[in-house]
Nanobody, 133 residues
């Protein structure tokens, strides 16, 4: 149901734009997230955006990455600027198509994106590789 695109290789300081097309984003509530996993590391949340328009970011990407949604195109985009080698990872799009991020993260997982990352998103894309050198 989720298909990512836009990954690739870029030099440090460069930019990439990732897109995630969902089968539908027309429900009343949804929480979409971008996650990444580097070799030997746990999957982590990069950014989240929900149907209320509330965005959240990992501290490591604040001010550099921007998440946005185009509901008409069922697309969630992650604009990544000022990339550095620490951003190298496989990037995944994920969704809960029945809850806002507030409900999912705060009320279901006690404010823990880490817990929600492991158990909270029923829909995942196949991933797209981002390499920064």
């Amino acid at each position: 149901q989720l298909v990512e695109s836009g990954g690739g290789s870029v030099q440090a300081g460069g930019s990439l734009r990732l897109s995630c097309v969902a089968s539908y984003l027309t429900g009343d509530d949804y929480c979409m997230g971008w996650f990444r996993q580097a070799p030997g590391k746990q999957r982590e949340r990069v950014a989240g955006l929900d149907s209320d328009g509330i965005a959240s970011y990992a501290d490591s990407v604040k001010g550099r990455f921007t998440i946005s949604a185009d509901s008409a195109k069922n697309t969630v985009t992650l604009q990544m600027n000022s990339l550095n080698p620490g951003d190298t990872a496989m990037y995944y799009c994920a969704a809960d198509l029945a809850k806002t991020c507030h409900y999912l993260i705060e009320r279901t997982y006690g404010g823990s994106w880490s817990s929600a990352t492991k158990r909270g998103f029923p829909h995942w894309g196949q991933g797209t590789q981002v390499t920064v050198s």
